[in-house]
């Protein structure tokens, strides 16, 4: 099944993203959207 950056930017921001985000994305992509958007 496909899954739209829609949705997985949907995701980005509840208690727990990052572990929900990791199984829709390859490693290179989730390692980008952990650097963009994960809280320092």
């Keep these: 099944a496909e899954v ?3 949705m997985v930017k949907g995701l980005i921001g509840p208690r727990g993203w990052e572990g929900v ?4 994305l ?4 989730y390692r980008k ?3 963009m958007y994960s809280e320092q």
């Design 4 to 6: 739209s950056s829609t």
């Design 21 to 24: 985000i990791r199984q829709y």
């Design 26 to 29: 390859p490693e290179p992509v």
């Design 33 to 35: 959207m952990l650097s």
